[in-house]
C-alpha cells in the first residue's frame, strides 16, 4: 500500500490551498481516510477525516474553513484549506485505514489509521 499527498506549499495568510491524496495497493472506497498535521514542536493532531460512508470530521480549529471530500471513482482524497492562517503552518498527513466490523470510527486518532503518507509541508507567512 502507499499513500501519497501532494499540493502543499507557501501561502500568505487569508489565502487557499487544495491538498490531494491518492492511495494505491487497496481499494479505497473501501477505506476511512484521513488528514492530520504535525506543526513544528508540537505532536501530530487530527485535522479531517471522512468515513466509507461519506461521513466527515473537522477539527474545532479548522471547522468553517476546511473541506474534505473524497471522489471514489479517482481514487482521490481532498482538503480544501480557506482562510488559512500562520497556525495552519504544518506537514500534512494522508492516512488510510480499513475499519473492522465492531470497530468505532475514530478520525482523530492516530492509532486508528494503518496506512501513511510521507506529508507535505503547508506554509502560511507573510
Known amino acids: 500500500v502507499q499513500v501519497m499527498e501532494s499540493g502543499g506549499g507557501l501561502v500568505q495568510p487569508g489565502g487557499s490551498l487544495r491538498l490531494s491524496c491518492t492511495a494505491h495497493?487497496?481499494?479505497?472506497?473501501?477505506?476511512?481516510m484521513g488528514w492530520f498535521r504535525q506543526a513544528p514542536g508540537k505532536e501530530r493532531e487530527g485535522v479531517s477525516g471522512?468515513?466509507?460512508?461519506?461521513?466527515?470530521y473537522l477539527s474545532d480549529s479548522v471547522k468553517g474553513r476546511f473541506t474534505i471530500s473524497r471522489d471514489n471513482a479517482k481514487k482521490l482524497l481532498y482538503l480544501q484549506m480557506n482562510s488559512l492562517k500562520p497556525e495552519d503552518t504544518g506537514v500534512y498527513y494522508c492516512?488510510?485505514?480499513?475499519?473492522?466490523?465492531?470497530?468505532?470510527?475514530?478520525?482523530?486518532?492516530?492509532?486508528?489509521?494503518?496506512?501513511w503518507g510521507q506529508g507535505t509541508q503547508v506554509t502560511v507567512s507573510s
Open positions: 471522512v468515513s466509507r460512508y461519506g461521513a466527515t
Open positions: 492516512a488510510a485505514t480499513y475499519r473492522r466490523g465492531g470497530t468505532s470510527w475514530r478520525p482523530a486518532a492516530e492509532d486508528y489509521f494503518n496506512y
Open positions: 495497493g487497496l481499494t479505497f472506497s473501501d477505506y476511512d
